[in-house]
């Protein structure tokens, strides 16, 4: 896919070229980083459209590059690693990424979700944005103003708000919300949700009361209800 710049960050040499073959073959430009450091210099130095990284790698590990990826865009970000026990994955969801792969993982699996996650990324552009009381979200270029205010969300604080506003009133359950923001086959479980609604109310300040909790079943978007 031309325009499509996909970095693959890893210590292992044939993770990274299993990784770059595959992605290759379905029309990705891969560029590769052997370790946190060089990893680090080819984003700030770069712009890419999706980044996979793994977390134990020497130098810098991919949490501090999450971090530092998160201060200064919301591109997607995908992690591979060996370590499989639920902390790490909930860890990364809270940090802003968008995906955890373990390994050793599936390279045709490793596609559809890379593929997945742009998508859900990059909506048609053909979609409409929404103004609802002082809240403007443009799903093209991502952006929320609130109260004249540009928010600066992480990418699934982004969808959680997206889709919760796109159909005001009504309830969403947190298995609905798992299921559209993190995609079908997320391995976290339901505090992954009510963790982004916290830190999403957090931003949104004194017009928290938008996301309105439905106790006992989920959240809905609730005009009228600010300050």
């Excluded at 971090?67 to 026990?85: G, H, V, Y």
């Excluded at 359950?173 to 982004?196: A, K, M, P």
Aim: glycine content about 6%; proline content about 4%.
């Amino acid at each position: 896919m031309q325009d499509t710049k996909i970095l693959i960050a890893d210590d292992e040499q044939k993770i990274r070229e299993v990784v770059k073959l595959y992605l290759e073959k379905e029309g990705f430009s891969v560029e590769e980083a052997k370790d946190g450091e060089d990893a680090l210099d080819r984003i700030i130095s770069s712009s890419y459209t999706l980044v996979l990284l793994d977390i134990m790698m020497p130098n810098v590990d991919g949490w501090t590059i999450c971090r530092e990826i998160r201060k200064r865009s919301s591109i997607p970000i995908i992690m591979l690693s060996a370590r499989s026990e639920e902390y790490d994955k909930l860890f990364g969801f809270e940090l802003g990424i968008d995906d955890y792969i373990t390994k050793p993982f599936s390279p045709k699996e490793m596609v559809a979700r890379v593929k997945a996650v742009i998508r859900r990324y990059n909506p048609p552009a053909s979609e409409n944005g929404i103004t609802l009381d002082a809240l403007i979200i443009n799903p093209i270029s991502r952006q929320v103003v609130l109260d004249n205010h540009e928010m600066v969300l992480t990418p699934k604080e982004f969808d959680l708000l997206y889709y919760l506003a796109q159909n005001p009133e009504r309830v969403y359950s947190r298995e609905q919300l798992l299921n559209i923001v993190w995609g079908y086959d997320f391995v976290g479980d339901l505090r992954t949700v009510d963790t982004h609604i916290k830190q999403l109310r957090e931003k949104m300040g004194s017009y928290k009361k938008y996301i309105y909790t439905v106790w006992g079943t989920g959240y809905k978007f609730k005009l009228g209800e600010q300050k």
